[in-house]
């Protein structure tokens, strides 16, 4: 019947999976590399064959790597982790060496010591050995923390990526807090002059908000929304608005179908057409048009050509001069254009002659989405 691990089962899996991994191709090549070279180094003051020779700087060389990456996994606080794998190498090249004395010798350690060339021999193989791997380990040592501090650097970055993005989203949700009841109460306030006059056209338009309220409160805090949606909610509230003063808003709506999918953060035109129904055509007294439109196309400027999404609400009311100055919905539309799409984007006032205003968000695709891009690549570093 199979038992389920306990931790203390974990801890010497994971040390041999661990020292499994330390034997890398890499680590077996170089030290198969160097246990040659070092060979080669060493055979004019060796009487023995090179081949003899090349054995016992082989064994020598993978009992020492052995050591060294057994170390590396013992996982324990009261020695430092290159303090134990120094102790290790050094003892494991004298050992390994020994070894190969005493195999050649057939067990015999007096027959060793007495023979002053193999005594040197393991002076020679066990002194170069222990030096080598010294310097190798503390060199791999040294990568390791110029890799650990790479790793906590890209970590730290990549923190202060989310909390930067995670302060992006509150503001953007903050300033749409401040834009939903902006717009609520404008309306409301249109509702009560109607209802004050004795407007028999009250009932209707109430009845209309109602409607259009019920078809977007459910959606008004959504960060995910489609210009396609942000259209329709146009075109309900410029209906809505029509019924109060159906003899002079006319109003006509535009999107390109490639654009009905397109991003965009809640109740963005909707501000526009707010601010031109309130400040251009309310206080005409002819009224006029509203044109609401979404178009992307390429633009051509002097040494650049650049794809561009152009969202534009126009009217011909009174105008910029007439109206009010610009003030919390447009500001707030700004910075939740930068939050959204990145500082590519912008907002565009322009008069009209002989009178009328024109405002459009003009959104570069190519910055929009190179900007996207980094942000991603910082967020997986």
């Known amino acids: 019947m199979p038992v389920a691990p306990t931790p203390g089962d974990a801890a010497p899996r994971s040390a041999w999976a661990g020292f499994l991994r330390a034997l890398t191709p890499r680590a077996i090549g170089l030290t198969l590399g160097l246990s040659v070279m070092l060979a080669v180094a060493l055979n004019p003051l060796f009487e023995i064959s090179f081949a003899v020779l090349l054995g016992r700087t082989l064994f020598v060389g993978f009992i020492t790597l052995i050591f060294g990456s057994a170390a590396a996994q013992w996982r324990q606080r009261l020695v430092p982790r ?47 050995s222990t030096i080598v791997g010294l310097v190798l380990a503390l060199g791999a040592l ?128 909707l501000t526009l057409v707010e601010n031109a129904v309130r400040h251009g055509i309310d206080p005409s007294e002819t009224g006029g048009l509203i044109r609401v439109s979404a178009t992307r196309a390429t633009s051509r400027e002097p040494g650049r050509e650049s794809d561009v999404v152009r969202l534009t609400v126009s009217d011909d009311g009174v105008g910029m001069s007439e109206a009010a100055e610009p003030g919390t ?27 009328g205003l024109v405002a459009e968000i003009m959104i570069d695709v190519a910055a929009m989405a190179a900007a996207s891009t980094a942000a991603t690549l910082r967020s997986t570093e």
């Open 82 to 128: 290159w303090v134990l794998q120094s102790v290790a190498l050094a003892c494991a090249a004298p050992l390994a060496t020994l070894m190969v004395y005493m195999i050649t010798t057939g067990g015999d350690f007096w027959a060793f010591v007495n023979h002053e060339g193999r005594v040197q021999g393991f002076i020679l193989i066990s002194g170069t």
């Open 142 to 269: 040294e990568r390791q923390r110029d890799s650990e501090s790479r790793a906590m650097s890209l970590q730290l970055a990549l923190q202060r990526s989310q909390l930067d993005r995670h302060a992006a989203d509150v503001r953007l949700a903050v300033l749409t807090a401040q834009v939903e009841p902006h717009f609520l109460f404008n309306t409301l306030a249109n509702i009560q002059a109607l209802v004050e006059t004795g407007s028999p056209r009250a009932a209707a338009v109430l009845s209309s908000l109602i409607a259009y309220l019920k078809a977007t409160m459910p959606r008004l805090d959504d960060g995910d929304v489609q210009l396609g949606r942000e259209i329709a909610l146009v075109r309900s509230y410029l209906e809505l608005m029509q019924l109060r003063m159906p003899d002079r808003l006319r109003f006509e709506v535009a999107c390109e179908p490639q654009l009905i999918a397109w991003p965009c953060p809640p109740m963005l035109l």
């Open 329 to 355: 919905g447009l500001k707030n539309l700004r910075e939740r254009l930068t939050a959204f799409y990145g500082p590519s984007a912008r907002l565009e006032l322009t008069e009209v002659e002989p009178h």
